[in-house]
């Protein structure tokens, strides 16, 4: 990425604790029925925060279902249609995604929100799914079905940057309500991120081939952040 400078390797233990710090508040305050992760990143996120969920939301059986998406190259000025053709679905909920969705309190959780496209395209086709099982009730129905319906996001980072897209703010049904840890609210109140970080590169733990040589970087990131 050009316009990013440096690189944060962060653990599998910080990623535990901050969702582990996270967590109450979500289950307080969204209180989820299912999950729906965006691969890869947000597959260990949401498991990790199933297991802290589990203790709050009790007898809930908490579902994780899959979504795979792959982003483009941005297009510079890119709106709202460019950004659909950008980001390329690789799974998808399947042929009873509505169903499923319908209802529900959805929270969606990736790993990081950078310049938000992907998260912007995962709510705009979800409520797709939504809206598409919703046509076929009786219509004296609709309305409620669609008023029990609502989204919620988590990431466990999310970029100080301005952002090339705008999560949907027509959805009746998305409540979301976003509250970064180390400063209270982001002004943003539409979904819950475990950190505000800088736009640099973050490293996963996921991704490293070498986790004891991972953890070494981390560390020096950390001392070098507590230098500066
Ligand atoms: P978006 O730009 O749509 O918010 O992020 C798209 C995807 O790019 C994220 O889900 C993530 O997989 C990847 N990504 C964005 N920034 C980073 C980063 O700093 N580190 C890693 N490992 N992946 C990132």
Not at 19 to 36: Q, R, S
Not at 90 to 100: F, V
Not at 126 to 131: A, I, N, P, S, Y
Request: net charge neutral; proline share 4%; with cysteine.
């Amino acid at each position: 990425m050009a316009n990013q400078v440096g690189h944060l390797h962060v653990t599998y233990n910080n990623i535990h604790n901050l969702i582990k710090e996270c967590t109450p508040k979500i289950g307080d305050e969204f209180n989820p029925d299912l999950m729906v992760a965006i691969g890869g990143g947000g597959f260990f996120p949401a498991r990790v925060m199933r297991t802290f969920l589990r203790g709050v939301t009790k007898n809930k059986t908490l579902q994780i279902q899959a979504i795979g998406l792959s982003l483009y190259e941005p297009v510079e000025g890119g709106n709202e249609d460019q950004i659909g053709q950008e980001v390329i679905r690789t799974q998808w909920l399947g042929p009873n995604a509505g169903k499923l969705l319908l209802g529900k309190r959805v929270l969606i959780v990736d790993e990081v929100d950078d310049t938000r496209k992907t998260l912007h395209y995962a709510l705009s086709e979800l409520k797709k799914d939504v809206e598409a099982e919703l046509s076929t009730r009786p219509e004296s129905e609709r309305e409620a079905l669609r008023a029990a319906t609502k989204f919620g996001i988590f990431v466990v980072h999310n970029k100080k940057k301005p952002k090339l897209a705008e999560l949907p703010r027509d959805i009746p049904y998305v409540i979301t309500i976003f509250i970064a840890r180390s400063n209270g609210k982001t002004g943003n109140d539409r979904y819950y991120a475990g950190e505000d970080v800088d736009d640099v590169w973050l490293d996963y733990p996921w991704e490293s081939t070498n986790i004891e040589e991972h953890d070494r970087l981390a560390m020096l990131d950390r001392s070098r952040k507590s230098g500066q």
